[in-house]
Each structure stands twice: as structure tokens, then as C-alpha cells.
């Protein structure tokens, strides 16, 4: 289920350049000293963003977890930077659970479905700060074997759907299914059930958390498990405010023909004045207020006192990595190539969506026409149809800012290799963390080739 987002608007994302520009020779400074492109990676907005979105979830009379969804992005400084910010940590899969465990996370839930029995294995190792939401009536039977065969309690939640959750109705079991659910939990000597969890995306209002709660709570006072319930987790999908926008021209129809090959719909329309259209996103203190007032009419009225947790993770991490590029080539005064690839952002998301891309080097506030593309040898490597600035010049440098979410998780090697990783730590201090991929970490047989004679 994802709850409808308001109309879009119209605007300008100035405030997100403007900021930018203030930083202008903090980001040029980065350039200089370690090259393009580079993802750079900024504590002081993931700082920021965490420590807003446990502002706005922090309640006197009802307690809260928040855990970062590592599958946000897991590249090892933000998530360092975000356990330090205080937060758990949400994982789904091994690979992340192992990544949560050596980041010394205090609690880690593990979610997703079709979990091997090395994933399970690897939370009973730790079931002492692992909560393992369940995917499944079998996932339940495994866990309980394997948790019998090591003697060893582990605390878990269910994850439910609901018709309406759409395309999310591949996770978990139907909400009508947990009556069913917890009796066969109560059948088990190693497997604590102790909560629910829910999962929607792409809120920009808080409607879908609460329409969920509403109809979650009659289900709770009906089928508690042994202990009753400890927690009500209800996901992520919490979505950043003014950071990317939509093309006017293109509709969903357009979008349909392109696809069919009928049409271009990823060309600007002739008479584009290049504004976009933002999404009215309700912001996260007045979206954490309805959702406090819905949990407690719809859950602790009912049952009591529970625990509310929570699975952010676009919103704490967009903000705090931008990519940042340098003019290779420039063609005409409306064709340009960058040094890097779109394959650094994993698909070709800037055909339709906006996102601002800034000249730092001849910076202004006004826009120019001008399609920048990628480094790559396809013509939908595009960084975007205008940019922030006097003119064009080889050698200027560019800055893509918040991309921080599912960007880095999503990059592929695709005729380029992956760019390096930079971290921006608030006392104004630049390091390299993460190099550039050589042809070796690619191919590893290679290291003893004849190619590379010792």
C-alpha cells in the first residue's frame, strides 16, 4: 500500500542549490584533492537528517526504536556515521546483518523474505541484540529447528499485508492469516513471537501508516501471541522533502507510449520553461504527530503500551552523499559530457526525474538548457536536460547533490567502474575511504595473469 501523494507542485528546488552554493568551495575543495567523479559522502547532513527524524519521533508517553535501512544505502561511512547518530539498524540480508553486527549496531531487526538458514544461523548467533522478522508460516518452522538445534531463544515479529498493499503483498503473510500465524507460534519452544511488522513505501503523507494502524488494531487484541505484543513495527518509506522533482512533460500516457516505442516522451517539450513540478511532501514532524495520535487510538487504547518502532532509511541518508563530476567535453552550447557515468546511480532515473545539476565552477542561480550526458557509450546516460550556471566549460566541475539513497546500493559496473567514495566529516576534513574499482577486484584471476606479470 502506498498512500496517494498530494498534487504536484509547481517550483523551483532553489533552497537545496542555494544551500549548496554556500558550500560551494568545500565541494570544489574536494574535487581538487581527490579528482572526479566521487561519491562524498556529508556527516553533517546525515547528522542533520537522523537527528531530525528522532526529534520528530520522540514522544514523552510513548517509547520508540528507529532502525537505518541498511539496504538504503550500505556503504560503510554513512552507516558508521548513522550508528554513531544513535540509531539500530534494519538489514535484509546476511551481508547487512553482518554489516550491522561489525558496525556494533545495539539492536538490529532482519527482515526480508526467503532468508537461507546461514542468515538465520548468523542471527541466533547474536540473538541477543537480533529481532528476526518473520516472512512466512515455513520461515517460522526453519527458525524453530534451527533455534532447537542450538538451544537457543530468539525474539521475532511477523510481517503482514493487507489488499491494499499492492506490489508489497509479496512480503509476509495476509492479515488474516495472523490468527493462524500466532497459534502455530504458540506451539514453539524457541521462537518468541513478540511483534507485528508492516511495510509501506513512498510516503509523502502520513495516510498509509495510518489507514494500516486502523485496521491493525482489532487484529492485535484478537491474537495475541504466549507474552502478548511487545511492538508495532511499522517500516519505512518516510520520504525526504525537496531534494527531486518531475518533468512536466511527462504524463503517465507519454510514459506508456515511450516504452512501446511509440513516442520520445524523455525529450523536452518544446516550450519547457524549465520549471518542474515538486511533490507536496508533508514534512516528518507534522507525519510523526498522526502517527503518534493514530497508534494511540488504534493500538495502545486497545491493548496498552507497546513499543513503536521504525525502518527509515531514504530519508536519513538522501541528503547526505552527492556526486560530484567534471565537464570532459563540450559539443555545442546544448550538448555536454561529464567524466562519469550514470551507471554510478545504477539506472537511468534522470530521464524522468529532475534532480539539480549545479556548475560550481561558473555558479548561478538561474538555469541553463543544456542536456548533460555520462561518460558511457549508450545514449541514455544522462545527468540531466539543464544546469545551474553561467556557461559550460572543460574542465568545470558539477555536483549532483542528495543522492544518497539507493544510489551507491544500486551502482553497477557497467563499461565504467564504480567511483571512488569520499568522506566530508564536520570539522571540514576530507579522506578517501573507498578507491575506485580496479579491473582485478572485478576479475580476480587476473592478478596472476601474464597481464600483470609480478
Known amino acids: 500500500m502506498t498512500s496517494s501523494s498530494p498534487p504536484l507542485r ?10 549548496c552554493l554556500e558550500q560551494r568551495a568545500q565541494f570544489l575543495a574536494a574535487s581538487e584533492a581527490f579528482g572526479t567523479p566521487q561519491y562524498l559522502v556529508d556527516q553533517m547532513r546525515i547528522d542533520a537528517q537522523a537527528a531530525r527524524f528522532l526529534r520528530a519521533f520522540s514522544h514523552p508517553q510513548q517509547p520508540t526504536r528507529t532502525h537505518y535501512a541498511l539496504k538504503s544505502n550500505p556503504s560503510l561511512p554513512v552507516v558508521q556515521t548513522i550508528c554513531r547518530a544513535g540509531l539500530c539498524a534494519d538489514a535484509s540480508s546476511g551481508l547487512e546483518l553482518e554489516l550491522a553486527l561489525r558496525c556494533d549496531f545495539p539492536h538490529i531487526v532482519l527482515s526480508g523474505p526467503a532468508k537461507s538458514d546461514g542468515e538465520l544461523g548468523l542471527a541466533l548467533d547474536h540473538a541477543d541484540r537480533v529481532t528476526v522478522h518473520l516472512d512466512s ?32 503483498t509479496k512480503f509476509g503473510i495476509p492479515a488474516a492469516s495472523l490468527g493462524e500465524f500466532t497459534a502455530a507460534a504458540r506451539q514453539m519452544d524457541w521462537v518468541q513471537l513478540q511483534g507485528i511488522q508492516f511495510h509501506l513505501s513512498w510516503n509523502r503523507q502520513a495516510r498509509g501508516y495510518i489507514e494500516t494502524l486502523r485496521a491493525l488494531g482489532p487484529l492485535l487484541v484478537a491474537h ?18 525537496d531534494d527531486e522533482a518531475a518533468y512536466p512533460w511527462l504524463t503517465d500516457d507519454q510514459r506508456l507510449r515511450a516504452l512501446s516505442g511509440q513516442a520520445n516522451a524523455d525529450a523536452p517539450a518544446a516550450d519547457w520553461d524549465l520549471s518542474y513540478l ?32 521504525l525502518e527509515p532509511g531514504r530519508y536519513i541518508a538522501n541528503k547526505g552523499v552527492h556526486i560530484l563530476l567534471r565537464v570532459a567535453d563540450v559539443k555545442s552550447d546544448d550538448i555536454a559530457i561529464a567524466d562519469g557515468g550514470t551507471n554510478l546511480l545504477g539506472w537511468e532515473r534522470l530521464e524522468s526525474e529532475h534532480c539539480p545539476l549545479i556548475n560550481l565552477t561558473h555558479p548561478s542561480t538561474q538555469q541553463r538548457r543544456c542536456r548533460v550526458y555520462g561518460s558511457l557509450c549508450t545514449p541514455h546516460d ?17 555536483l549532483l547533490p ?3 539513497s539507493y544510489v551507491q546500493t ?32 572485478r576479475y580476480p584471476a587476473l592478478r596472476d595473469s601474464a597481464l600483470h606479470p609480478a
Open 10 to 19: 509547481a517550483g523551483q528546488l532553489r533552497a537545496l542549490v542555494d544551500e
Open 137 to 168: 508460516f515455513a520461515e517460522l518452522k526453519r527458525l524453530e529447528a534451527l533455534a532447537a538445534r542450538r538451544q537457543t531463544p530468539i525474539r521475532t515479529g511477523i510481517r503482514i499485508n493487507t489488499e491494499a498493499h499492492g506490489n508489497w
Open 224 to 241: 495475541p501471541p504466549t507474552d502478548g505484543w511487545k511492538f508495532v513495527d511499522i517500516g519505512g518509506g518516510f520520504y525526504p522533502e
Open 278 to 309: 515538486l511533490h507536496a511532501v508533508q514534512p516528518i514532524e507534522d507525519m510523526a504527530s498522526e502517527v503518534f495520535a493514530a497508534f494511540a487510538q488504534f493500538v495502545s487504547s486497545s491493548i496498552g503500551p507497546l513499543e513503536l518502532w
Open 382 to 398: 544522462l545527468w540531466g536536460y539543464a544546469y545551474y550556471g553561467t556557461h559550460l566549460e572543460v574542465g568545470d566541475i558539477l
Open 402 to 404: 542528495a543522492q544518497g
Open 410 to 441: 544500486l551502482a553497477q559496473r557497467f563499461i565504467k567502474p564504480v567511483c571512488q567514495t569520499v568522506y566530508w566529516s564536520t570539522d571540514g576534513q576530507l579522506e578517501q575511504v573507498e578507491a575506485a574499482e580496479r579491473l582485478e577486484d
